[in-house]
C-alpha cells in the first residue's frame, strides 16, 4: 500500500486492476468488503468506502443478499477513463515538451517506435 494515498482509493484502484486485467471478468462476483478488510488489514468501513466509490462510477453494482459484481461494462469504462487519464498525464506533456524542441509529429512518432521497439517486454531483459 502507498502511505502516500488515501486507502480507500486503493483498494478501488486495486479491484479496477483486476477488473483490468482480466481476473475479475464481467458479471463476476467481486470481493466482498470483509474480504478485502482481512486480506489488507484495513478496517472494513475502508474497503467499503472503496466499493461504495466502484459503485458510484458504474464499475460495481449489488445484487441483494449476494454481494457485489461487476458492471457488464466495467472493463470498457474503466479502459475509457484510463486511457483518458494517461494522455493527460503523459502524452500532453509529451506533445508539449515536443514542440519545445520543434519536433515534428513524425519525428516525435519515429522516436517512439524506436524506443518501443528497444524497451524489453515484461519478463525479457535485455
Given at each position: 500500500m502507498d502511505e502516500g494515498r488515501a486507502l480507500f482509493l486503493q483498494i478501488a484502484e486495486s479491484v479496477e486492476d483486476s477488473i483490468i486485467d482480466g481476473?475479475?471478468?464481467?458479471?463476476?462476483?467481486?470481493?466482498?468488503?470483509?474480504?478485502?478488510?482481512?486480506?489488507?488489514?484495513?478496517?472494513?468501513?475502508?474497503?467499503?468506502?472503496?466499493?461504495?466509490?466502484?459503485?458510484?462510477?458504474g464499475v460495481l453494482y449489488k445484487r441483494r443478499g449476494i454481494g457485489m459484481f461487476v458492471a457488464p461494462d466495467a472493463y470498457d469504462l474503466l479502459l475509457g477513463e484510463r486511457r483518458a487519464r494517461f494522455a493527460t498525464g503523459y502524452i500532453d506533456p509529451l506533445l508539449a515538451e515536443a514542440r519545445r524542441l520543434s519536433l515534428s509529429g513524425d519525428e516525435l512518432a519515429d522516436l517512439i517506435r524506436a524506443r518501443a521497439a528497444d524497451t524489453p517486454t515484461e519478463g525479457n531483459t535485455p
Open positions: 481476473s475479475l471478468a464481467p458479471e463476476s462476483r467481486a470481493p466482498s468488503t470483509n474480504e478485502l478488510a482481512a486480506f489488507y488489514r484495513i478496517n472494513p468501513a475502508t474497503a467499503a468506502k472503496g466499493i461504495a466509490l466502484l459503485v458510484d462510477k
